[in-house]
Nanobody
Framework: VQLQASGGGLVQAGGSLRLSCGTS????????IGWFRQAPGKEREGVSC??????YYSDSVQGRFTISRDNAKNTVYLQMDSLKPEDTAVYYC???????????????????WGKGTQVTVSS
């Protein structure tokens, strides 16, 4: 199983970016898939995930970020709007093969990880 995140970059506050996560299998084959981020000196955190019967967004991104998928392309997206400097982090996509307690969108229980993509939001 391979996950590949892309789409990061440098953007001004208020701007938008769309991250893509390509997978080696159909995204629907996973129990859950989503996006996580880690800022310097901070713990990794769940940003948005699909699974556990729905879509999850962290409080800090609710209303600004949207997760979606294209099964034909084996790709999951994270549309990030109204970006803030505090959104600056390395963003990772990760997947969970089968249900595991501890969710939703808990980085500690995810099975597969892609390499991160840097998102930098300037003020």
């Amino acid at each position: 199983v391979q996950l590949q995140a892309s789409g990061g970059g440098l953007v001004q506050a208020g701007g938008s970016l769309r991250l893509s996560c390509g997978t080696s299998v159909n995204t629907s084959d996973y129990y859950a898939i989503g996006w996580f981020r880690q800022a310097p000196g901070k713990e990794r955190e769940g940003v948005s995930c699909m699974g556990w019967g729905g879509r999850y967004y962290s409080d800090s991104v609710q209303g600004r970020f949207t997760i979606s998928r294209d099964n034909a392309k084996n790709t999951v997206y994270l549309q990030m709007d109204s970006l803030k400097p505090e959104d600056t982090a390395v963003y990772y996509c990760a997947a969970l093969a089968r249900y595991r307690s501890g969710g939703p969108c808990n980085y500690l229980i995810m099975d597969y990880w892609g390499k991160g993509t840097q998102v930098t939001v300037s003020s």
